[in-house]
């Protein structure tokens, strides 16, 4: 993927999400910028 840049806001997010059976390991994990991890639920919110 590509990256942001973004060094403001920065917030950890579940690769896979908790309520997809992803888990709280470090390998599940990645930093986020605010407005890509909003996206990235909105997205993902829609796959139910």
Known sequence: ????????????????AVWAGGSNDLQNLQILCSQHNQHKY??????D
């Open 42 to 47: 909105r997205q993902e919110s829609f796959l």
């Open 1 to 16: 993927g590509k990256i942001c840049g973004s060094t403001r806001f920065l917030q950890v997010d579940h690769r896979q």
